[in-house]
């Protein structure tokens, strides 16, 4: 598989990587023999770079990739995990659901300040068992999340020490790039005028239905040689499912509005022969400035079957014709939009 350097650093990804959101239990139970199968499925088909973070089954996802990776040859695979959540243990009736089953008996504390970045860390190396992450991300900061009053405070402790934090790990040599991995532009934009990250992990903002990245997040990743790593390509699914009712876009049921363009991206589509999922997957890579695309799953069988759409053949004039029935995410209120 090709791969794409990341920003300005020395390190390349493969452009199609592995997410493990779902190796954690997002949604739907995994167990360890379904896990290891997936990462055995993504190592086969030449996915070289594996995305993690302690929040993903409250510490299950990078315990389970650690073990995968382990025993891999060292400088055969690119590894990210995430900061901003700290795990601390509590009782086993005191787990909150935040959507993942069977996690591990933990709870978060959101801190993206420098000693909590530093801690998160070493805990991190802790459970993968590795002693070496080669991207980190900061994980959830911004409105979305938040809220805007929440987010002033979070952003705050980025900015005043938590940068200081990831400036240093580069430095010494401890991770090799550093960024933000988010599902919203405007904090990306509040960032980037205070720093100069080496990349994003941007989930559903740049993809053949939302086009947020457009205007302002990508001439400015051009302009300071920030790369693109691009997640949630399916939109929350309806890129995948098409616009059936009880269709997700952006973790909510989607609206009408949503559902009738995906129903015209979904024509097009047909009338090339494809599945609107092939060109959802491809569509992210036409842009030099996306390193790669995160596939996510819990299942070998569906990251094959994605695997095979990403060979389709398909061209500019093809892509050209779904830009009619894009969107741009509609700006954030005061309140968080997913909790």
């Given at each position: ?151 002033a405070v979070y952003l705050r402790q ?84 098409g616009p059936a009712e009880g269709a ?92």
């Amino acid at each position: 598989m090709q791969t794409r350097k990341i920003g300005r650093t020395n390190l390349a990804v493969t452009e199609y990587s592995f997410g493990t959101a779902g190796l954690g239990g997002l949604y739907r139970e995994c167990t360890r023999e379904a896990a290891m199968a997936t990462l055995d499925a993504a190592w086969d088909a030449g996915i070289r770079y594996f995305d993690t973070a302690p929040y993903y089954g409250l510490g299950l996802a990078e315990r389970r990739v650690g073990d995968f990776l382990r025993d891999k040859p060292h400088d055969s695979y690119v590894l990210s995990t995430k900061v901003g959540r700290l795990l601390h243990p509590v009782p086993e009736d005191k787990v909150p659901d935040y959507s993942y089953v069977k996690a591990l008996n933990f709870d978060v504390t959101y801190d993206y300040g420098y000693d909590a970045i530093m801690r998160s860390v070493e805990m991190s190396h802790a459970r993968l068992g590795l002693n070496r992450i080669d991207i980190l991300y900061v994980h959830d900061i911004g409105g979305y999340t938040h809220g805007a009053a929440g987010n002033a405070v979070y952003l705050r402790q980025l900015l005043d020490s938590g940068l200081k934090a990831l400036e240093e790990l580069k430095s010494a040599g401890a991770v090799s790039a550093y960024g933000l991995g988010v599902n919203e532009v405007p904090v990306c934009l509040d960032v980037m005028r205070h720093a100069d990250i080496d990349c994003i992990l941007l989930a559903g903002r740049y993809t053949l239905l939302d086009r947020s990245a457009v205007a302002e997040l990508i001439p400015l990743c051009e302009n300071k040689g920030t790369s693109l790593v691009v997640g949630g390509v399916f939109n929350s699914g309806i890129l995948a499912t098409g616009p059936a009712e009880g269709a997700h876009f952006d973790y909510m049921p989607a609206t009408e509005e949503v559902r009738t363009k995906v129903a015209a991206m979904e024509r097009i589509a047909g009338e090339r022969g494809l599945p609107l999922a092939a060109p959802a997957l491809q569509f992210p890579l036409a842009n030099p400035q996306v390193a790669s695309v995160l596939l996510g799953t819990a299942k070998p069988s569906s990251l094959e079957r994605n695997m095979d759409l990403t060979r389709r053949t398909i061209t500019a004039e093809d892509f050209a014709a779904f830009e009619p029935f894009t969107l741009v995410a509609p700006a954030l209120g005061t309140e968080a939009v997913r909790v």
